[in-house]
């Protein structure tokens, strides 16, 4: 046993073998920074590579350009539409309300002359739209700007309107536009064709529609002798003095010239309407800046709910 154990002792001892260690392989991206500020600024993307090989949306249908045409201006797009299929189609006006619309564009020998002439109609109501010969005007887009203008009007007061005029010259008195005789004429061509223009003139028209409504059968023949009176609803001069104001200053000098205030109904419609798109509180001034007024115009045309 010893001789075994002095063997085993006097043994060579086995060569120590030295551990392997493995060489770390070469970097080949930076390490992974979890604060997206600071990968950013580094250089590297915000979100995972793998996150970015799916969209997040399905992609678009490629767009026809007159699908194109829809989505930049859908108004003038629902004009060409209509010209070009001679059918009704939806009109969605910038109040949010859509009704069908249809334009016809008359033959040049029916029309006379080098005029342009379109028959407009609107739910129900129609109009004629001409466009004198020599106005260098965009036809899709005045089309499309009175249709708008006309859509936002009253239903029972639309039938002030039968026909429009567009003229390239500028009116000798500088007006930019005129109304009268259910007829509204612009002047220099489509630039004047705006949508509180539009409503000031037709409030003419309506002015005249409804002082007529209020005639009584006495009155009518009185009128006749004597002439009609200003086209304001009844009530209005007293409203208007009673408001103890004026619009504009366009206004008070047009009172302060005829004595009366048709100017100021017109000018007045067309306030109300930019005060019925605007919004509560520009509703709201306007109810307290021109009290008696706005009884007559919210009877006339009571605020959307």
Avoid: C
């Avoid at 930076?30 to 250089?43: K, L, M, S, W, Y």
């Avoid at 949306?57 to 699908?67: Q, R």
């Avoid at 004026?246 to 100017?263: C, M």
């Avoid at 109810?287 to 008696?292: D, G, L």
């Amino acid at each position: 046993m010893l001789t075994k154990l002095l063997s085993r002792a006097l043994a060579p001892a086995p060569a120590l073998q030295t551990p392997k260690v493995s060489t770390p392989a070469p970097l080949t991206a930076p390490p992974r920074i979890q604060n997206t500020a600071v990968r950013a600024f580094q250089g590297t993307s915000g979100f995972e590579s793998a996150r970015l090989t799916k969209p997040l949306l399905p992609p678009l249908p490629p767009l026809s350009p007159g699908d194109l045409g829809k989505l930049i201006n859908p108004r003038r797009a629902a004009v060409e539409e209509a010209l070009a299929t001679g059918n009704p189609v939806p009109f969605t006006n910038t109040d949010g309300k859509t009704e069908q619309v249809s334009v016809t564009q008359l033959p040049g020998g029916v029309a006379g002359g080098g005029d342009d002439v379109y028959v407009v109609t609107v739910g129900n109501d129609r109009f004629t739209v001409r466009v004198e010969e020599g106005a260098d005007v965009d036809a899709e887009a005045v089309l499309a700007q009175v249709i708008d203008s006309y859509s936002e009007t009253p239903e029972d007061l639309r039938g002030s309107l039968e026909h429009v005029v567009i003229k390239g010259e500028a009116d000798p008195e500088g007006a930019a536009a005129r109304a009268g005789d259910g007829t509204i004429t612009f002047y220099g061509g489509e630039a004047n064709v705006t949508a509180d223009i539009f409503h000031h003139e037709i409030g003419h028209l309506i002015g005249r529609q409804v002082e007529d409504a209020n005639d009584s059968w006495l009155s009518g023949i009185l009128e006749k002798l004597a002439g009609e009176p200003p086209p304001i609803p009844d009530g209005w001069a007293d409203a208007a003095a009673a408001d103890g104001n004026h619009l504009n200053d366009y206004t008070e000098e047009s009172f302060e010239d005829s004595g009366v205030y048709t100017e100021d109904f017109a000018e007045a419609w067309s306030e109300y309407m930019r005060a019925l798109d605007d919004g509560p509180e520009a509703l709201a001034e306007f109810e307290r800046t021109y009290p008696e007024r706005s009884e007559i115009l919210e009877d006339l045309y009571p605020p959307p709910a």
